[in-house]
């Protein structure tokens, strides 16, 4: 069976708090992004499952889909334990819904005081339908990796809220 999931970790030299409030709140995700499809947010910083936000997207600058241009789509969380993990899938205009799940989960370093954040994406229950375009993960590890470079230095900068 082919790999249907990524996850990377970094140590972040901030308390687990800091980092999850960045990522609850969804300028924090545009902040942080190392895609740079992700433009702009609106809504409120989420607290439970089920809470959503609109991102602002531009494909091109990932060069695959460049006729998709800009867009919006709506982060829909799907789990949600303060200081210790956040997950969410991507609603947007397409149909079937594509039903990838990307994430965090939080871990304190006991040794470093700081925090074990691991990003993953998970495309393992996407439709068939786009499981058989073959585009599958849309992101690289290297993004993820890249992402989580861009969140330390986001939060031990201060910026909770950005």
């Keep these: 069976m082919a790999e249907t999931r990524i996850e990377t970790e970094r140590l972040i030299a901030a308390p687990a708090a800091d980092i999850f409030a960045l990522l609850c709140d969804p300028q924090g995700h545009v902040a942080i992004d190392s895609s740079g499809m992700l433009q702009d947010a609106e809504g409120d910083p989420v607290a439970a499952a089920g809470d959503s936000f609109v991102v602002h997207m531009d494909r091109e600058a990932l060069g695959d889909f460049p006729e998709m241009g800009r867009y919006d789509v709506t982060v829909t969380i799907r789990e949600l334990e303060?200081?210790?993990?956040?997950?969410?899938?991507?609603?947007?205009?397409?149909?079937?819904?594509?039903g990838h799940v990307y994430g965090y989960r939080l871990a304190p370093d006991e040794e470093s005081g700081g925090t074990r954040v691991?990003?993953?994406?998970?495309?393992?229950?996407?439709?068939?339908?786009w499981r058989e375009l073959g585009i599958f993960p849309v992101i690289s590890?290297?993004?993820?990796r890249g992402t989580l470079g861009i969140l330390d230095r986001t939060v031990r900068r201060g910026c909770s809220r950005t």
Aim: aromatic share 12%; no cysteine.
């Design 82 to 98: 303060p200081d210790r993990l956040i997950s969410w899938t991507i609603l947007g205009r397409v149909r079937p819904q594509i």
């Design 118 to 129: 691991t990003s993953f994406y998970d495309w393992s229950d996407i439709a068939p339908e």
């Design 141 to 144: 590890e290297g993004a993820l």
